[in-house]
């Protein structure tokens, strides 16, 4: 929401207020603040067309989560109270069988309800693992935040791009870059995919703490992020991803008594208003290109 429309919202339900206190033979403090309430719930819930803050972002994920993983904690005390009986029933059924006179087609009928039971309980199982498998697959899916990094996904990357390249005028100068963890396989050949994940959450981590607030990190897929600089001059954008080059090489991580050193190589384009998605990514493509044959962590810039 635009400023000016808040500005807008505000004053209404600031005379709204001055209304509702003079319509009332007896405004307590009590009745205000129940309003006031209210509106803070109206404004809350009022839906953008922009991708939120990464912080309600994380929020409304991790609350799904939440109801997930409780919903699991739930189906499991259950399941280990039934095999709890079924573990009686055989206990049962054993000292049936060390009795002085065993009733062999007794024993027979009780050991084959008991099979049934567990068969059952295992199909019962099966069915509400996968129920709770498909629901966390569906979060992940429409989700925009990548699991791993908490930084902003792919699907959001295209969301964000088609609606800045909709636009027929952009009143701001937009750049886009890509940027590419220099030879990334050696590091999971040599040290291991946990190893390699801890490097991306290390990156997606400096990337955050380096941007401004209006600018977006995604990650783009495997090794790859996508940073979107808003209000951004050319001087001034190779000034912060060159910045961006430095704190990373400058960076270690400690992984099992090992220093990991990584560095990036970046490619780095600017928004124009004829541009689609595909286009503008594929411009910062080849100027990543560029800084992976140039001899990697360096920057380069394609422009139309």
């Not at 990094?149 to 959001?156: G, H, I, M, Q, Y």
């Not at 990650?219 to 940073?227: K, S």
């Not at 400690?254 to 780095?268: D, E, F």
Request: with cysteine.
């Amino acid at each position: 929401m635009q400023k000016d429309a808040l500005k807008s919202l505000v004053t209404k339900m600031y005379e709204e207020l001055l209304i509702n206190i003079d319509n009332q033979k007896s405004a307590t403090k009590e009745k205000v603040v129940t309003f006031l309430q209210d509106a803070i719930n109206t404004i809350s819930n009022i839906q953008t067309d922009n991708i939120g803050s990464l912080e309600n972002t994380k929020i409304s994920f991790t609350d799904a989560y939440k109801e997930i993983t409780q919903e699991s904690i739930s189906y499991y005390k259950n399941s280990n109270d039934r095999f709890d009986e079924i573990t009686k029933l055989h206990e049962e059924a054993l000292d049936e069988f060390h009795a002085a006179s065993i009733d062999l087609p007794k024993m027979t009928e009780k050991f084959v309800d008991i099979q049934n039971y567990m068969k059952d309980e295992i199909i019962r199982a099966n069915s509400i693992i996968l129920d709770l498998m498909t629901k966390v697959k569906t979060l992940e899916t429409n989700s925009n935040l990548d699991a791993l990094t908490n930084v902003f996904n792919r699907r959001a990357l295209t969301t964000y791009l088609h609606n800045i390249c909709a636009k027929d005028t952009l009143n701001h100068e937009l750049y886009l870059v890509i940027l590419d963890i220099d030879d990334f396989k050696n590091i999971n050949d040599t040290y291991g995919h946990i190893a390699g994940d801890k490097i991306l959450i290390l990156i997606a981590n400096i990337l955050k703490r380096t941007l401004r607030d209006g600018d977006k990190v995604f990650r783009y897929g495997g090794e790859e992020f996508i940073i979107v600089l808003n209000r951004i001059s050319n001087d001034v954008c190779m000034q912060v991803t060159q910045r961006i080059l430095n704190i990373i090489s400058s960076n270690q991580l400690i992984y099992k008594g090992n220093s990991l050193n990584v560095t990036m190589s970046i490619g780095v384009t600017r928004h124009d208003i004829n541009d689609t998605p595909d286009t503008l990514i594929n411009r910062a493509d080849k100027a990543l290109y560029k800084s992976k044959h140039g001899g990697k962590n360096q920057v380069n810039m394609e422009m139309l």
